[in-house]
């Protein structure tokens, strides 16, 4: 993108960029209040504060914008897995994506739901997204979950069921809150009850998939060695 003289970026990138973030928060809401038939262009424009025909001209048309909103929830959940390679500890990556996730779904609860509902519907809008781009994001990260496991920091688990198993518990109490709050008798979630659910999920995961600290395999190796 060209720069100002000054160095900062223009003012027409700016406000580009200002209202397609109105619109996209927009019709979040909107989306996932009355899903994709019930909700309007009207009403997200109106949600956004701009002309219907602004939003038409950013996004293209109800359904790209549909799409673009759909994909930004899993770019934006999944981008703690983005840059990780075998060198990483598997212990933070895990811990800090469950923690990434829970608390993504927590402020953008609508975007959780709304990604719910569309693959409940079977995906109608999605699966080029899923059997494409999607796809080869999880099989890139599986790739690196094998290679932990062959330098013995973590079980041998299936690493894609393991990506499913994060995303379902993560996103569970925001699709279903509903549920939560009825069986714990809580009006709503606090931060804290947050806390403890993202703690419990960690250890979870993190023992069940018998993930270890490089610096304890060493230690151990080192133990061995000198036997």
Same mark, same amino acid.
């Not at 950013?58 to 060198?87: C, P, Q, T």
């Given at each position: 993108?060209?720069?100002?003289? %000054?160095?900062?970026?223009?003012? /027409?990138?700016?406000?580009?960029?200002?209202?397609?973030?109105?619109?996209?928060?927009?019709?979040?809401?909107?989306?996932?209040?009355?899903?994709?038939?019930?909700?309007? &262009?009207?009403?997200?424009?109106?949600?956004? /504060?701009?002309?219907?025909? %602004?939003? =038409?001209?950013?996004?293209?048309?109800?359904?790209? =914008?549909? &799409?673009?909103?759909?994909?930004? !929830?899993?770019?934006?959940? %999944?981008?703690?897995?983005?840059?990780?390679?075998?060198?990483?500890?598997?212990?933070?990556?895990?811990?800090?994506?469950?923690?990434?996730?829970?608390?993504?779904?927590?402020?953008?609860?609508?975007?959780?739901?709304?990604?719910?509902?569309?693959?409940?519907? /079977?995906?109608?809008?999605?699966?080029?997204?899923?059997?494409?781009?999607?796809? %080869?994001? &999880?099989?890139?990260?599986?790739?690196?979950?094998?290679?932990?496991?062959?330098? /013995?920091?973590?079980?041998?688990?299936?690493? &894609?069921?393991?990506?499913?198993?994060?995303?379902?518990?993560?996103?569970?109490?925001?699709?279903?809150?509903?549920? !939560?709050?009825?069986?714990?008798?809580?009006?709503?979630?606090?931060?804290?009850?947050?806390?403890?659910?993202?703690?419990?999920?960690?250890?979870? !995961?993190?023992?069940?998939?018998?993930?270890?600290?490089?610096?304890?395999?060493?230690?151990?190796?080192?133990?061995?060695?000198?036997?």
């Amino acid at each position: 993108m060209a720069k100002a003289d %000054n160095g900062s970026e223009p003012e /027409g990138g700016a406000i580009r960029r200002r209202n397609e973030q109105a619109i996209l928060e927009a019709a979040e809401r909107v989306f996932a209040r009355h899903g994709y038939r019930g909700a309007s &262009v009207q009403e997200i424009a109106e949600q956004a /504060g701009l002309p219907k025909s %602004n939003v =038409l001209y950013y996004m293209g048309s109800k359904r790209k =914008l549909y &799409v673009r909103l759909l994909e930004r !929830v899993m770019e934006r959940w %999944n981008a703690m897995l983005d840059d990780i390679s075998a060198d990483d500890d598997p212990a933070e990556v895990l811990s800090a994506f469950i923690r990434s996730k829970m608390w993504m779904s927590r402020r953008h609860p609508e975007g959780s739901r709304l990604f719910a509902s569309e693959i409940i519907g /079977g995906a109608p809008f999605l699966q080029e997204y899923l059997s494409g781009e999607l796809r %080869n994001w &999880v099989h890139s990260r599986a790739t690196v979950f094998r290679q932990w496991a062959e330098r /013995g920091l973590m079980d041998p688990v299936d690493p &894609v069921w393991l990506i499913f198993l994060i995303w379902s518990s993560t996103q569970h109490y925001a699709d279903f809150e509903a549920q !939560v709050r009825g069986i714990t008798g809580r009006k709503a979630l606090s931060d804290e009850d947050i806390e403890r659910i993202t703690e419990f999920l960690t250890r979870v !995961v993190i023992k069940g998939c018998g993930v270890k600290h490089p610096a304890d395999l060493a230690a151990g190796e080192a133990s061995l060695t000198e036997r």
